[in-house]
C-alpha cells in the first residue's frame, strides 16, 4: 500500500463489493484478522485483501495509507475486543486480574494477528481507552501517579510478553508443537535421578504445568508484588 489515504468523509463506498460487502474500516479489519489467521504476514497485501473483498486493491487506500497502518489497525482491534464486556467492580486488583486474562485471551484468539501486533503502540481509540482504564484503576486505588505509572508498564508488558510467547506456539505448525510437548516425555521424562534429582522429582508435575500458559501464575504473582508496594501496606 502507499500515502493514498482518503479523509474519512469521502470514503463512503455506497456500491457493495463483488462479494456483496460494502467497504468500510470494520469490513477490511474483519477480512484482515480472518486471512491473517490462515495465512499470517503474507495476508496483508492489498492484492490478496482485495480478492478476498471482490475489490480493487486500490480501494484500500481510500481507508489505509499503507500496510502498516492496516496493522496497527489489527492490533487496536485485539486491544479493543479484550475491552468488550468488561466492567470495573471497584477492587483494583480484581479489575487489574480481568484486563490482563481478557489482553491475553484476545491475543490468543488470533495467535498469528498477535505475532505480528502485540509488540505495536496503535494510538488508536481502544488502545487509548485501555491506557485510561489501567490508569484510573490504579490511581483510585491510592496508588501514586510516579508508581501508577511504573506498575501500568510492568503490568501491559507482562500481558503482552506472554500473549506474543503463547501466540507463537499456537502459530506452529501442529507437527511441530505436537514434537515439542513430546520432549517433555522422550526427553524429561527419561531423566535419571542421579544426573538430574530435582527434575526427576517434579516430572508429573512439571510435565503438567507446561502444558498451560504460565501467564495466569506471572499475573498472580506480580499483583501481589504490587499490592505489597501500596503505601497503605506499611500502614502509610
Known amino acids: ?41 503474507a495476508a496483508l ?13 486500490s ?3 481510500r481507508y489505509f495509507r499503507n500496510t502498516d497502518a492496516l496493522l496497527l489497525a ?10 468488550e464486556g468488561w466492567t470495573a467492580t471497584g477492587d483494583w486488583r480484581t479489575d487489574l486480574r480481568a484486563i490482563g486474562l481478557r489482553i491475553h485471551s484476545s491475543y490468543q484468539s488470533n495467535p498469528q494477528a498477535a505475532l505480528l501486533t502485540a509488540h505495536r503502540t496503535t494510538g488508536r481509540h481502544h488502545e487509548t481507552r485501555a491506557v485510561e482504564t489501567i ?8 496508588f501514586p501517579d510516579a508508581l ?31 514434537a515439542d510437548e513430546e520432549v517433555w516425555h522422550e526427553v524429561y521424562g527419561r531423566l535419571s535421578p542421579e544426573t538430574h534429582p530435582n527434575i526427576a ?21 506480580m499483583l501481589s508484588a504490587v499490592a505489597a508496594l501500596h503505601p497503605a501496606a506499611d500502614g502509610g
Not at 501500568?152 to 506452529?172: R, T
Open 74 to 83: 489489527l492490533s487496536d482491534e485485539l486491544i479493543g475486543r479484550a475491552q
Open 59 to 61: 480501494a484500500l487506500y
Open 201 to 221: 522429582a517434579t516430572f508429573p508435575l512439571l510435565a503438567a504445568d507446561m502444558r498451560d500458559s504460565g501467564y495466569p501464575f506471572a499475573l498472580e504473582l
Open 135 to 142: 490508569l484510573a484503576t490504579l490511581r483510585s486505588a491510592g
Open 148 to 178: 501508577a505509572v511504573r506498575v501500568y508498564h510492568a503490568f501491559v508488558d507482562q500481558a503482552l510478553a506472554f500473549a506474543a510467547q503463547d501466540a507463537a506456539a499456537l502459530a506452529l505448525p501442529d507437527p511441530a508443537r505436537e
Open 1 to 41: 500500500m502507499s500515502e493514498r489515504v482518503v479523509p474519512e468523509a469521502g470514503r463512503r463506498r455506497r456500491r457493495p463489493t463483488k462479494q456483496g460487502a460494502v467497504l468500510s474500516e470494520r469490513v477490511i479489519i474483519d477480512t484482515a484478522l480472518r486471512l491473517v489467521a490462515q495465512h499470517g504476514a
Open 45 to 57: 497485501s492489498a492484492r490478496r485483501l482485495g480478492a478476498a473483498l471482490g475489490a480493487d486493491p
